[in-house]
């Protein structure tokens, strides 16, 4: 099952012209991802593109590879990054704890099902998935949680507290290092999973990747990499000094012309406003610096520069030497990111979601300032899982998924109405109307024997109605008691379908199916996803 994009709530119309109405857009996207013309015109292109770093990337990656097993299809793709006829299809997401929300892992799939699908039909070339770490990002808060559902189908936030001032800059969130509180975190995981046969292992490999001295980075890598290794996936982390070595030309560059970068930068998103939106607030320069307290954005003062929320001040000169001896103290906002993704790979495609895709409206006109060739955007799949009970209990009820887009209360109204014997709504808006004529003939009648019997007219009108609402009250109390299960089950398939009165893939962590399926269930998902459709696609499983 499928439901266009513009049929669920929440998605801006940036996104939705460029997936059904690309002619509405094409003057912010200069490739339309769904014309196969323009693969064929980039791909010839890219393998033209001369990256003399590239011979050096496969040694980097690999080194990166030191503390790991890859299999035969990712060294095949580590080794192939040298070849001119070799593309990338990256994708990355931030570094959220135990692999963050579902859409990552979609990302992910897109990525190699995408590649996959390109080495069987384009055979002049060899395409590689790579999943871009980004660590860089310094937002605690958005890494640090995820949702489950516990036993009675309530949504359950399970967070990791470093027990350090919320305030505090911490620098790259993929450098935290966890400490003794991860413990609480797998802690309260064992207690909410409920007991079979899959959860011991599964609780043996997170707590395995998810420890006290581990990182962020280094926890996230070891857990997608025991998930997809087997298809060749290539996890690259750009944080590697060696990496932002290769990036020196793109930072100075971007500090050097930080003027036109950033009018060009206001000038297209004063454009994206105008229609739609601007995904991304503009900054004066795209480019952050760490110190030993954090990572912080550079801004211009003067004839100077400075780090946002510091006293210090540097010249331009400073700050060229230390992109020259120190790059890795460098990283780019998410404006300049692509940007830098591309600069290092020949990359073919990239795999974004909604507010991806938004934002390289306003990327892309910073292309040509780097001469750097702009990717084909390619929208990620979109999942819902809906289990086997689940399914029972929408047939049970005649439901479908699209009904849990609406209002929760009115599914359940709806359901308990054509369950019971009596429709409550209609019979106490049958009883008020009648009320309301009762006492409005009466009022004709009183009015004849004097004035003042009005306002007791209207006093006794109010207290039947109020005698009436709180009967209502009752009787609807009464008759939830009567179908507290079946309230239950409609609550259940509403955490489970649509949690937070969000995408499932936006709320829930991929243990929630893990624990009950095994890690096989990863498989039946890219067996069955459509990464051609570009709909939101239902799987049951």
């Not at 095949?76 to 135990?98: K, P, R, W, Y």
């Not at 911490?170 to 802690?187: A, K, L, P, Q």
């Not at 011991?200 to 025991?226: A, C, N, Q, V």
């Not at 849990?404 to 008020?432: C, G, P």
Request: a negative charge.
């Amino acid at each position: 099952m499928f439901i266009n994009f513009s049929d669920i709530p929440g998605h801006q119309n940036l996104f939705l012209d460029y997936l059904y109405e690309f002619e509405n857009v094409r003057r912010f996207y200069p490739k339309d991802f769904r014309d196969s013309k323009n693969y064929f015109e980039h791909f010839a292109k890219l393998e033209k593109r001369e990256k003399p770093h590239l011979a050096s990337l496969k040694q980097i990656i690999s080194k990166q590879y030191n503390d790991f097993n890859p299999g035969p299809k990712t060294i095949d793709n580590i080794n192939s990054l040298v070849l001119n006829n070799t593309f990338a299809i990256v994708t990355g997401q931030q570094l959220g704890i135990f692999g963050g929300p579902l859409y990552t892992f979609y990302k992910i799939i897109t990525a190699i099902e995408l590649a996959h699908l390109f080495n069987e039909k384009y055979d002049s070339y060899h395409f590689v998935p790579v999943f871009w770490l980004e660590g860089d990002d310094h937002d605690f808060d958005e890494v640090r949680s995820f949702n489950l559902l516990d036993e009675n189908n309530e949504i359950v936030k399970i967070s990791y507290d470093d027990g350090i001032t919320e305030e505090i800059n911490r620098g790259s969130v993929g450098n935290i290092s966890f400490n003794g509180n991860i413990n609480n975190v797998t802690e309260q995981l064992t207690k909410i999973l409920r007991d079979n046969e899959f959860k011991p292992k599964i609780m043996e490999m997170l707590s395995g990747y998810y420890k006290e001295g581990i990182t962020f980075k280094e926890s996230f890598k070891k857990l997608i990499f025991d998930l997809f290794d087997e298809y060749g996936l290539i996890i690259f982390d750009p944080s590697d000094a060696n990496i932002k070595s290769i990036l020196k030309p793109i930072f100075i560059k971007e500090i050097e012309e930080q003027k036109d970068h950033s009018t060009e930068l206001v000038k297209i998103s004063a454009e994206l406003e105008e229609v739609y939106h601007a995904q991304v607030k503009v900054r004066p320069i795209n480019l952050f610096m760490s110190e030993d307290d954090g990572r912080y954005l550079i801004e211009p003062v003067e004839n100077e520069f400075r780090l946002r929320g510091k006293r210090k001040r540097l010249s331009k000169e400073t700050i060229f030497e230390q992109i020259e001896n120190t790059p890795e103290k460098f990283s780019p906002n998410v404006l300049l990111r692509p940007v830098c993704q591309d600069y290092i790979f020949k990359t073919a495609c990239y795999i974004g979601g909604p507010s991806e895709i938004s934002y390289f409206a306003q990327v892309i006109p910073l292309y040509k300032y780097f001469n750097v060739d702009v990717p084909i955007i390619y929208p990620r799949s979109s999942v819902t899982i809906v289990e086997k009970n689940i399914q029972k209990i929408l047939e049970k009820f005649n439901l479908n998924y699209t009904d849990f887009i609406s209002e929760n209360e009115t599914i359940a109204e709806t359901v308990i109405n054509n369950l019971a014997e009596i429709d409550l709504a209609e019979s106490f808006r049958k009883a008020t109307y009648d009320v309301n004529l009762i006492i409005d003939e009466l009022r004709e009648k009183l009015y004849s024997i004097e004035n003042n019997l009005l306002d007791v007219t209207n006093k006794t009108r109010d207290k039947i109605l109020q005698g009436l609402e709180f009967l209502r009250e009752k009787a609807d109390e009464a008759q939830k008691r009567k179908y507290d299960t079946t309230l239950r089950q409609i609550r259940k398939v509403s955490n489970v379908l649509f949690p937070h009165r969000n995408l499932q893939e936006r709320e829930l962590n991929f243990i929630h199916f893990t624990s009950k399926y095994g890690k096989d269930f990863l498989k039946q998902i890219i067996n069955e996803i459509a990464i051609d459709r570009f709909e939101h696609q239902i799987i049951e499983l």
